[in-house]
């Protein structure tokens, strides 16, 4: 990519975190375009849909769940480690108004930017989970799918209920205990 094109780019993917997070993830992009510096075509050049700019941000941000979940895999109580990860995971999906609904709408295996970003996650995960069911923390048959929809619907239920700040952690807490042994 030529340099004026990655500014171009960076630019576009900054602020289209600034609105997303202030305006959820249907904001403008003409806006996002205006803000950047740049016409709304070079935005589509760069991202031919909302879908394509949407996972371009969402993948950025995984960076630090990912490296997360490698850094609690040899934790030494694996369930708290689980815990931990999801919490995380959580608190990723809560960064953007309407960021669950997309997450949790976007069908594994299917070629979209936005589905792409849950097979990371999944497979990040796995690993915790495995762990924690070797040590008798999880019940058998709780799948990291399950694990990953369960926490954007926490978060999506905590994102569309802004005046109970603690309703995640009740919600993840009521998740864990029909999970564990």
Do not use: K
Request: hydrophobic share 45%.
């Amino acid at each position: 990519m030529r340099a004026d094109a990655r500014r171009n780019h960076d630019r576009l993917l900054a602020e289209a975190r600034a609105a997303f997070a202030a305006q959820g993830t249907d904001a403008a992009l003409e806006d996002i375009a205006r803000r950047a510096g740049v016409g709304i075509g070079t935005l589509y050049r760069h991202f031919p849909t909302r879908e394509a700019l949407l996972g371009a941000v969402v993948r950025e941000g995984m960076d630090g769940l990912l490296d997360r979940a490698a850094e609690l895999a040899g934790a030494p109580d694996p369930g708290a480690a689980l815990v931990t990860w999801l919490r995380a995971l959580i608190t990723h999906a809560r960064e953007y108004r309407g960021l669950s609904v997309a997450l949790m709408s976007a069908t594994p295996g299917r070629s979209s930017t936005v589905a792409e970003c849950g097979e990371p996650l999944r497979a990040a995960g796995a690993p915790l989970l495995d762990r924690a069911r070797a040590a008798g923390a999880v019940r058998d048959g709780v799948t990291v799918g399950d694990l990953t929809t369960l926490a954007h619907a926490i978060a999506l239920a905590a994102e569309r209920s802004p005046e109970d700040p603690e309703l995640a952690d009740r919600l993840l807490d009521l998740t864990l205990r029909g999970i564990t042994r």
